[in-house]
């Protein structure tokens, strides 16, 4: 099956933007450990962990397609600069995760991919859930 172009380049957007996710979220923890925000710090190494595997999911991805990975160019650390901005800075994260992936899934069901909808519909639903756990998680520390 011939794979279309633009879905090995959703594969790569998704790559690129999981790069980035984990460098924020490492950059996040070390310095939530260096204000003696232990369990902020470690709530963002455990993200950066999760944020691996779908580097793992999508670099398989593209070898399943025949295709290496590129060199990506990653984008600028936004550390925050204190625990409510990291918190802000996370959510926005997560919005542009969850248009990457919606776009994605949007492109496959026009053209009819089935497999790799679901692995897009599967990081989508995964950002979906992290995005209103964090709205949550804001609202809650707001009262």
């Not at 003696?36 to 993200?47: M, P, Q």
Request: charged share 20%.
């Amino acid at each position: 099956m011939r794979i279309h172009p633009r879905i090995t380049a959703y594969v790569m957007r998704g790559l690129e933007h999981e790069f980035n996710t984990v460098q924020q979220f490492q950059t996040r923890a070390a310095l939530a450990e260096l204000w003696s925000e232990t369990e902020l710090a470690e709530s963002y190494r455990h993200k950066a962990i999760h944020a691996l595997s779908h580097v793992e999911r999508l670099t398989q991805t593209l070898f399943l397609m025949g295709v290496a990975p590129n060199s990506f160019t990653v984008g600028a650390v936004r550390p925050g600069q204190n625990p409510a901005e990291m918190q802000a800075l996370s959510i926005a994260q997560l919005q542009q995760t969850v248009h990457l992936y919606d776009d994605a899934c949007q492109f496959c069901l026009r053209i009819r991919d089935a497999e790799h909808h679901a692995l897009f519909q599967s990081f989508l639903d995964e950002a979906l859930k992290h995005y209103w756990q964090e709205l949550q998680t804001q609202a809650a520390q707001a009262i």
